[in-house]
């Protein structure tokens, strides 16, 4: 499994299986924010499909990301009616809209990314895009005693990604065979290994426990896969579970309509080894007895 059409790679290889023929758009306009059931952010949208869909379907979807690639993360669509929910709905892609927290603010802005460069004017578009996305998503944005936060909604994810790179501890990921527990995990078209091995598309899944923590310890958007940087609350910034992407991704909402279904139940076992290591990593944090950050601020 993973971030949807992570299919790909291993597929080129000749390992791996299912359909990768585009499905349209259901007409389905409900973009889960953080939480589930969060509704669309009426002015970003508006902002995005005004401002930045242009320059992603000029640089971005040109041969390489288009929703009918077959090779690259398809996240942007044809249209711009269909652009917002298929942009936003890669998790891999957008993440929690800051700049440390997305794989795409960071080949955006400042650039270049495979040869394209962005002028001043694009990437201050995307980024006023990108915090009108946090203002719209936040449900606290002062202090807990009413006054100011100290902290960016930037600031703040970069921290909580380092600490949580500290926290994170080897002997975990073999005690409960982290791996093996997401290796195995299968679909209805095979086990995520068959896909997801060596990494491919931004999600990791290999039954080397050794190797899964190095990976999530040192590279920070192979652990937003697995833990994603909540901000919603800017008084109270964590790392949560990303259960909410993995359900967007196995039931096959809009836009992971290709990806292989698998059971999104948060009582199936690979759920269950993600919450106990999250569970003993926030023991640790809260204990103060972290390690040192593996991912720099």
Partial sequence: MSI??????????????????????????DVPGTDAGTTTPALARGMFERDVFP?????????????????????VAAAVGTSYITATGFDSVVGNFTGPGAAMYARLVP????????????QAKITAWFAQEVTERATNTGGTDGGTVSESPAQATARIISEWSGCLKLTDFTTLNF???????GSNQGNCEQCHTSGAYGFKANDDNTGMYETLTTNKYY?????????????NPKMVPN???FQRVGLR???????????????????????????????YKTAGTCGTPRIPQ
């Fill in 243 to 245: 259960f909410v992407n």
């Fill in 253 to 283: 909402q809009v836009p992971h309509q290709e990806h292989p279904s698998f059971n999104t139940n948060l009582n199936d076992a690979a759920f269950v080894t993600l919450q106990q290591l999250y569970d003993l990593t926030m023991g």
């Fill in 179 to 185: 791996g093996p527990a997401w290796a195995n995990k």
């Fill in 4 to 29: 949807r059409y992570l299919l790909t790679a291993a597929l080129l290889a000749g390992g791996c299986v299912g359909d990768l023929t585009p499905v349209a758009d259901d007409g389905d306009d």
């Fill in 111 to 122: 650039g270049p990314h495979n040869g394209r460069t962005y002028t001043t004017d694009e």
């Fill in 223 to 235: 652990m937003m896969a697995y833990f994603s940087a909540d901000i919603s609350d800017l008084a």
């Fill in 55 to 75: 320059i992603l379907s000029a640089k971005c979807g040109a041969g390489c990301h288009l929703t009918t690639s077959s090779s690259s993360t398809p996240f």
